[in-house]
């Protein structure tokens, strides 16, 4: 029997957490998919609340389905086929191959064995993905050199080995010590993982790239192996990068009058942030992330992002006085958002009874009159819709995904959304909303001020982003602002991932690796 030819592999690892593996490899798929070769992202195993539902219902990190946008392609479960996504700071849920399969501890997570099904989905999918591609570009975790966890290690040199990968690897200069980062890691690693390293990449470089040339030629005769180049810092690249919230910057944001004033609460487990970059990039926007009720001053809407601990960030709201500063906004006729696990935090109840997340039950914020069980089974699914809420925008499509585990009874409301995934259901209303249950999502208050939803990604819609922020400038005495500059929002976003790829290729020397590649 002859096997499919197999993809040729090149590995993007780094010295530590945050240096910048997932933008490296980004943008060298990018630059091979412009070169006309069929590429592929990989990253065993992820750890991240922000996660995107691929088209077929499975979930899979946010970093891997920019990766598989760079690539040119839809993304799919085996492009991530462990992801992580924490419940406390020693558990967390396992999601293997798009679909839950277990909470564990960090210790039975890791005392799972080689042999496990864990190690045994990474090489299914890597090994279907090397089976369809001519490259795989792999992504690692945190630092090559975690030395306590190597013989348990799934996501960095158990794939570099089933790859048969060569290793470029990334040290962040923005945070300090790179020398000692890259020698020290050169020297924790084992011979054979060293002679695999073909290059290394200084990232996140600020100021006059002629004063590191010292630095290079330190790396390069110190260690034996070349520096592919030093990548400067590029600011404003309007992409969504999984776990770069810049809080700090985000706190400092300023309110204006003569913008559209957004909160967004910070939760111990928000998910899903990324929820809000397009907001961000808006240019009658100001977006500040807020960790104490007195930050709320001066917004003219606050949106409480998802959680992976509904009950949990609920009762931490409380604590830190949240709730009654939240009921003075909209009694002020501020707007109050709620998406997905904020939408459940508006309403009436909440109830854990299988303990899916915490376990218990407790009541809302009382915003809205919605009940919300949590259970097992976990809802993901790409979905299109038409926003109800928004007057005079009631066919207004909008798409987005679903990532959610339990069922919200409306309580009497009014839905946000009527799901079009069968476009049958406009003509099957069924309850006294006039639509089918299965078929509307969310609810809004009679007065508009206060509306939760389940769909994530609403606001990557010009058009439904628009109609919504000019709602908001109405209700201040600003006048509409065209759509047209909405679009071009997202044509920034469209366009951020060449311009990072040009970038990459302007700073690195990439014949080492094209030549590899070969």
């Known amino acids: 029997m002859q096997h499919p030819p197999r993809a040729k592999a090149i590995a993007i690892l780094g010295t530590g957490s945050d240096v910048g593996k997932s933008m490296v490899t980004s943008g060298l798929c990018r630059l091979l998919h412009r070169a006309g070769i069929r590429v592929a992202p990989f990253k065993a ?38 992801l992580l996504k924490p419940e406390s700071d020693a558990r967390s849920q396992v999601v293997v191959q798009g679909r839950v399969f277990a909470t564990l501890d960090a210790r039975a ?23 369809q591609y001519e490259v795989i570009v792999i992504e690692g975790a945190g630092s090559a050199a975690e030395v306590n966890l190597r013989d348990r290690d799934l996501v960095n040199w158990t794939t570099v080995e ?11 200069i923005d945070r ?12 924790l690693i084992a011979p054979e993982e060293r002679a695999r390293v073909c290059g290394i990449v200084i990232n996140k ?28 810092y590029l600011r404003d690249l309007a992409l969504d990068q999984e776990d770069s919230l810049d809080v700090d910057i985000r706190r400092q944001v300023l309110f204006a009058a003569d913008r559209v004033n957004i909160a967004v609460l910070l939760l111990p487990h928000m998910s899903n942030f990324t929820d809000f970059n397009m907001l961000i990039e808006e240019q009658d926007v100001a977006l500040r992330y807020v960790a104490t009720p ?15 601990t509904t009950l949990a960030d609920l009762a931490y709201l409380r604590a830190k006085g949240f709730e009654a500063a939240l009921h003075d906004h909209v009694q002020r006729r501020g707007e109050l958002v709620g998406i997905c696990g904020g939408y459940q935090m508006l309403g009436r ?19 809205l009159q919605v009940t919300t069980v949590l259970a097992r089974d976990k809802v993901t699914e790409q979905v299109e819709a038409c926003a109800l809420h928004l007057e005079g925008q009631a066919m207004l499509l909008i798409s987005g995904y679903l990532i959610h585990m339990g069922r919200t009874e409306r309580g009497g409301h009014r839905p946000c959304f009527q799901l079009q995934n069968d476009r049958q259901l406009l003509q099957a209303p069924h309850n006294e909303s006039g639509l089918d249950d299965e078929a509307a999502d969310g609810a809004v208050r009679d007065d508009g001020l206060v509306w939760g939803t389940y769909i994530h990604g609403l606001f990557d819609q010009p058009q439904f982003r628009r109609a919504w922020l000019n709602r908001l400038r109405g209700r201040k005495g600003l006048p509409a602002v065209d759509v047209a500059l909405s679009q071009r929002v997202n044509e920034k976003r469209r366009d951020a991932m060449d311009r990072w790829a040009d970038h990459v290729e302007q700073h690195l020397d990439l014949e080492p690796i094209k030549a590899l590649l070969r």
């Open 162 to 172: 089933l790859a048969d990968a060569r290793v470029v690897l990334v040290g962040d």
């Open 349 to 367: 109840r909440i109830a854990d009874p299988d303990g899916v997340e915490t376990g218990g039950q407790g009541n809302g914020l009382g915003f």
């Open 294 to 308: 007195e930050e709320l001053a001066g917004a003219d809407v606050v949106l409480i992002p998802g959680s992976k």
């Open 45 to 82: 195993q992820n750890m991240s609340l922000n996660s995107f539902v691929t088209p077929e219902g499975g979930e899979i990190g946010r970093a891997q389905a920019l990766q598989a946008e760079a690539c040119g392609i839809p993304p799919h479960v085996d492009m991530n086929p462990i």
């Open 176 to 187: 300090g010590g790179v020398f000692a980062q890259i020698v020290g890691t050169l020297h």
């Open 109 to 131: 997570y890791f005392t799972q064995g080689r042999d496990s099904a864990l190690l045994c989905a990474v090489r299914e999918s890597y090994e279907r993905l090397a089976a």
């Open 205 to 232: 470089f600020r100021g006059d790239l002629a004063l590191f040339a010292d630095g290079v030629r330190f790396l390069t005769e110190r260690t034996g192996i070349p520096v592919l180049g030093v990548l400067p």
